[in-house]
């Protein structure tokens, strides 16, 4: 059983900054990509940011290329989002997510299958 819990999720004014953390179970961690997701209001889930499991690997949704960064520690099993110049439309909540299978890149929603329950990112103008 796969166990992904986010933290650091916050108010933050626009222009600032917020870091996110998720923390998986499992003693395999390193075979996976991670991604990161967000959700707005009535909106669908959407691709934010992944890394594969050796880190060699990131992409970026082209709305927070240049803005966000994606870093894991597999000695910790965390996976995190820096995210800088916040904006209001980044307001959603954010959830990590973990593949079913290992060693392979996916961008797309339908390819992950464990989510945490995620954190509330909320950027005021």
């Known amino acids: 059983q796969v166990q992904l819990v986010e933290s650091g999720g916050g108010l933050v004014q626009a222009g600032g900054s917020l870091r996110l953390s998720c923390a998986a179970s499992?003693?395999?961690?390193?075979?996976?990509?991670m991604g990161w997701f967000r959700q707005a209001p009535g909106k669908e889930r959407d691709f934010v940011a992944a890394?594969?499991?050796?880190?060699?690997?990131?992409s970026y949704a082209d709305s927070v290329k240049g803005r966000f960064t994606i870093s894991r520690d597999n000695a910790k099993n965390t996976v995190d989002l820096q995210m800088r110049s916040l904006q209001p439309e980044d307001t959603a909540v954010y959830y990590c997510?973990?593949?079913?299978?290992?060693?392979?890149?996916?961008?797309?929603?339908?390819?992950?299958?464990?989510w945490g329950q995620g954190t509330q990112v909320t950027v005021s103008s």
């Open positions: 890394i594969s499991g050796s880190g060699g690997w990131r």
């Open positions: 997510g973990r593949p079913k299978a290992p060693y392979y890149t996916p961008r797309s929603v339908t390819d992950y299958d464990y």
């Open positions: 499992g003693r395999t961690f390193s075979s996976y990509t």
